[in-house]
């Protein structure tokens, strides 16, 4: 990994070589190398802590990662996963028959590129991977996966095919295929564990907004569901909104007297100034003739 550091080659093959970790710096990572090929090999999850480093950082390069046919488990996947959070380049990554990645491995796939937990979640999600593939054998030779988390990976990897180059319009369609669609919704909260109401998370005062966009893309049927689920949100939209407007008009009020009065006092606090300013004149001129009285008659003995 060193000496490909200022290396043009873009494709590195190494699959069959018995490899069981690599050991990567972030000072000496390739500079070019967008394909690592390291299929049937010994790679666990010590082994993806070094390819990590591959894939963290803006610096990134590496389009294509294939570790099919290794000693990856649950670990490793985590550790891929946590890596990949923030990357921008990796576009395939390619797990098939690595036996020990169970179906919570598999879940975590799902979570990196549409997690589901929340609307912040899922927009932060990652927009830019296109293949994931994740499918294990038994030891007979049969498949063994999750038909229904590989479909929502598959779906949510479509949906960045789709809007390749525009993360912000892949966050927002996935958005609202799953958070604004009850039964996608259901079934991805399920795999991934949460139970709360999207609709708690939503500023009431965007509720129409959303419930425009659900009608739009899904239908009077599915608007008729998202009504029926923010019916009291609705209510204390409308409420909280009467209620916002009265207090404004209130402290406008509260503002335009508060003004009168400041006005009023500045006018007579101007007055008792103005008074003071005469008084104090007049004492100075009469402590003037004293003085000069005083003055005169010692003139004269």
């Given at each position: 990994?060193r000496?490909?550091?200022?290396?043009?080659i873009?494709?590195?093959?190494?699959?069959?070589?018995?490899?069981?970790?690599?050991?990567?710096d972030?000072?000496?990572?390739?500079?070019s190398?967008?394909s690592?090929h390291?299929g049937d090999?010994?790679?666990?999850?010590?082994?993806?802590?070094?390819?990590?480093?591959?894939?963290?950082?803006?610096?990134?390069?590496?389009k294509?990662?294939h570790l099919?046919d290794?000693?990856?488990?649950?670990?490793?996947v985590?550790?891929?996963?946590?890596?990949?959070?923030?990357?921008?380049?990796?576009?395939?990554?390619?797990?098939?028959?690595?036996?020990?990645?169970?179906?919570?491995?598999?879940?975590?796939?799902?979570?990196?590129?549409c997690?589901?937990?929340?609307?912040?979640a899922?927009?932060?999600?990652?927009?830019?991977?296109k293949?994931?593939?994740?499918i294990?054998?038994?030891?007979?030779?049969?498949?063994?996966t999750?038909d229904?988390?590989?479909?929502?990976?598959?779906?949510?990897?479509?949906?960045?095919?789709s809007y390749?180059?525009?993360?912000?319009?892949?966050?927002?369609?996935?958005?609202?295929r799953?958070?604004?669609q009850s039964?996608?919704?259901?079934?991805?909260?399920?795999?991934?564990?949460v139970n709360?109401?999207v609709?708690?998370?939503?500023?009431?005062?965007?509720?129409?907004?959303?419930?425009?966009?659900?009608?739009?893309?899904?239908?009077?049927?599915?608007l008729f569901?998202?009504?029926s689920?923010?019916?009291m949100?609705l209510?204390?939209?409308?409420?909280?909104?009467?209620c916002?407007?009265?207090?404004?008009?209130?402290?406008a009020?509260?503002v335009?007297?508060?003004?009168?009065?400041?006005?009023?006092?500045?006018?007579?606090?101007?007055?008792?100034e103005?008074?003071e300013?005469n008084?104090?004149n007049?004492?100075?001129?009469?402590?003037?003739?004293?003085r000069r009285?005083?003055?005169?008659?010692g003139?004269?003995g």
């Amino acid at each position: 990994m060193r000496a490909l550091r200022d290396s043009p080659i873009e494709t590195l093959s190494c699959d069959r070589c018995g490899i069981d970790s690599i050991e990567i710096d972030f000072v000496s990572s390739p500079k070019s190398l967008k394909s690592l090929h390291l299929g049937d090999n010994c790679i666990n999850a010590d082994g993806c802590r070094g390819l990590a480093k591959l894939l963290q950082g803006g610096d990134s390069t590496l389009k294509y990662l294939h570790l099919d046919d290794n000693k990856i488990d649950d670990e490793g996947v985590e550790i891929l996963v946590d890596a990949l959070q923030n990357n921008t380049s990796l576009e395939t990554l390619n797990l098939r028959k690595n036996n020990d990645i169970s179906r919570q491995g598999q879940i975590m796939l799902l979570k990196l590129c549409c997690d589901i937990s929340s609307i912040k979640a899922t927009l932060q999600s990652n927009h830019t991977l296109k293949n994931i593939r994740s499918i294990s054998e038994n030891s007979d030779g049969f498949i063994q996966t999750d038909d229904g988390v590989m479909k929502e990976i598959d779906m949510a990897t479509l949906i960045n095919i789709s809007y390749k180059n525009n993360p912000e319009g892949a966050s927002r369609k996935k958005v609202i295929r799953t958070q604004l669609q009850s039964g996608t919704r259901a079934a991805l909260c399920h795999l991934q564990d949460v139970n709360h109401s999207v609709y708690s998370e939503i500023d009431p005062l965007h509720l129409p907004e959303v419930l425009s966009l659900i009608g739009q893309h899904h239908g009077h049927a599915e608007l008729f569901v998202a009504l029926s689920s923010s019916i009291m949100t609705l209510f204390s939209t409308v409420n909280r909104k009467k209620c916002i407007q009265q207090q404004m008009e209130y402290h406008a009020a509260k503002v335009a007297e508060h003004r009168a009065q400041l006005e009023e006092l500045g006018t007579e606090l101007e007055a008792i100034e103005a008074a003071e300013g005469n008084t104090g004149n007049d004492e100075v001129e009469h402590r003037s003739n004293k003085r000069r009285r005083k003055w005169w008659w010692g003139l004269w003995g």
